[in-house]
């Protein structure tokens, strides 16, 4: 015996330092297996004084052993809240099988676990229920990730701060463009604002999507419009809100005088070949919108709001066409306006045709009443 002990030595050094961790190992089984005990079996405290002792514990076991616990807490129906706590809060794979597994955790647990990683917002994200206040605190954080794994969920709703905050974030994050068009908790003012740097197929979505016929809204608000248009001092608040929402559209020049519609289509034709302030500002009063509106329009590389524009002024589908093939023409090759091919003109053509002349004028006057962070491409 002695000389195996001396052949021998760091073997039974092995032994005395693994005993310590096998038997906290199994202390910690037997404390979980009677937290695992029916309710009826134990009374409240001596749960938590059991919860008690094994928080301490923790501190004292490996990964390995403390992924056990958390695994076998997961199927027990309310484990301890203060022992809960501390498990959720540990590392990933430790709350991993309670994140995954347990229902019984409230809101307040898991938006305080959502601030422990992003891998543990990943897991919460993919929880079976998740209620508005959870998903503004998972969407609090830049993972983007996580936000589009939201977005794909049609059973979770976002609330409209958080919705404000994911259209601006499309500006730059194209991957959220598409998801977000799809969400049914998007409002024209989310479509309209985006639409601007969206793609074809998407600006499409967004017109297609938001067609209106405000004829109710109208019908509501025409007593107002003979109390008010004709006022020499009107209310500039009254009168925004009646412009945005009237049918009519006449165009005018400067001064207010009616302008033809063949002298629009001619402004028009230039300003779209060749934009200058002066051609902005014409358009901009014919248009019946702001000149800062009309240079965003006219220097927009899509052409589709300049097609809205055509439909809302009055023009005819033959008339537009006709616009497009002259503005080809005359176009300078220094222009800074959108440079159009005979395909784009097709599918511009297909924009003017799939939109309803009342539908137009409330999209060319809603970007102007709404507008909020200006371009100008003429950097004037």
Known sequence: ???????????????????????????????????????????????????????????????????????????????????????????????????????EITDVQLIEVAGVSVAHRQVIARRLKLNEAVIDSLLSYPDIEVVLHLLQRP?????????????????????????????????????????????????????????????????????????????????????????????????????????????????FTNAFANPTPELCMAVGFMAGVSSETAKRILFDRGGEPFAVMCKSAGMSRSDFSDLLVRARLIRDPESRGPEVSEQDCEYLLGIFDMMARDYSRTALRYWDWRRGIQLDPLGD
């Not at 994050?173 to 197929?201: A, C, I, K, Q, S």
């Not at 297609?208 to 509501?220: I, T």
Request: proline share 7%; charged share 30%; glycine share 4%.
């Open 1 to 103: 015996m002695m000389n195996a002990v001396a052949q021998d030595p760091d073997n039974s050094e092995e032994k005395k330092g693994r005993a310590p961790e096998i038997q906290r190992a199994e202390l910690a089984s037997r404390l979980v297996d009677v937290l695992s005990l029916p309710a009826g079996q134990m009374n409240e405290n001596e749960r938590a004084f059991t919860a008690d002792i094994l928080d301490q514990l923790f501190d004292h076991v490996p990964l390995k052993v403390k992924i056990d616990i958390s695994t076998r807490l997961s199927r027990v129906l309310a484990p301890p809240a203060l022992l809960l706590r501390r498990m959720l809060l540990e590392q990933i794979e430790v709350a991993t099988p309670l994140l995954k597994e347990l229902k």
């Open 155 to 267: 059973d979770v709703r976002i609330g409209e701060r958080r919705l404000d905050e994911l259209v601006a974030m499309t500006e730059e994050n194209y991957v959220l463009r598409e998801p977000l068009l799809t969400r049914r908790e998007l409002t024209p003012r989310h479509g309209f604002t985006m639409f601007w740097w969206l793609d074809r197929p998407a600006r499409r979505k967004v017109l297609s999507r938001f067609a209106m016929d405000r004829s109710v809204l109208q019908d509501a608000l025409k007593n107002l419009y003979c109390e008010v248009f004709p006022d020499p001092e009107p209310d500039p608040v009254t009168k925004g809100v009646l412009k945005l929402c009237d049918r009519r559209h006449r165009a005018r020049g400067p001064n207010g005088e009616t302008v033809s519609l063949e002298v629009v289509q001619k402004t």
